[in-house]
C-alpha cells in the first residue's frame, strides 16, 4: 500500500529556512502529481504547492509564491519542499500527498480530496 512519510519539519526562527521531503518507501513518487498542504491549530487544512509528474508543472498558493519552492529529487524518490523567509504564521502541520492517473500537464491545491494517499505530516514551528 503506498504510503508517504514526511521528514525535516523542526522548529525555526523568524525568516529561517527549513526543507522538507516527501518519500514512499517501496514506490516510486515518479507517476504521481504530489502537494505539499498544512494545517495550522483551530484553522482549516491548506493548499501549499503541488508538481505535476509528467512536465513537472508547480503551483503555488498565492500567498507562498516567491518563499516556497517544491522540486522533485528522482535520484532520491523524493519530492521536497524549500521553504525561505518562515515566518510565525507558516506554523503548522506539513502533510505531502498524491494522486494518480492521467496526468494533464498541470495540477492544483484547490481541492484536497483529489489526492488519495496522504502522509502523516510533519511539525513546523516558526518561533524566536
Known amino acids: 500500500q503506498l504510503q508517504f512519510a514526511e521528514s525535516g519539519g523542526g522548529l525555526v526562527q523568524p525568516g529561517g529556512s527549513l526543507r522538507l521531503s516527501c518519500e514512499a518507501p517501496?514506490?516510486?513518487?515518479?507517476?504521481?502529481?504530489i502537494g505539499w498542504f498544512r494545517q495550522a491549530p483551530g484553522k482549516e487544512r491548506e493548499g501549499v504547492a503541488c508538481?505535476?509528474?509528467?512536465?513537472?508543472?508547480?503551483d503555488y498558493a498565492d500567498s507562498l509564491k516567491g518563499r516556497f519552492t517544491i522540486g522533485r529529487d528522482n535520484r532520491q524518490n523524493t519530492v521536497y519542499l524549500k521553504m525561505d523567509g518562515l515566518q510565525p504564521e507558516d506554523t503548522a502541520i506539513y502533510y505531502c500527498?498524491?494522486?494518480?492517473?492521467?496526468?494533464?500537464?498541470?495540477?492544483?491545491?484547490?481541492?484536497?480530496?483529489?489526492?488519495?494517499?496522504w502522509g502523516r505530516g510533519t511539525q513546523v514551528t516558526v518561533s524566536s
Open positions: 500527498a498524491a494522486h494518480g492517473g492521467p496526468d494533464p500537464g498541470t495540477c492544483s491545491i484547490a481541492n484536497p480530496g483529489q489526492y488519495h494517499y
Open positions: 508538481v505535476s509528474y509528467s512536465i513537472n508543472y508547480a
Open positions: 517501496g514506490f516510486s513518487l515518479a507517476y504521481y502529481t
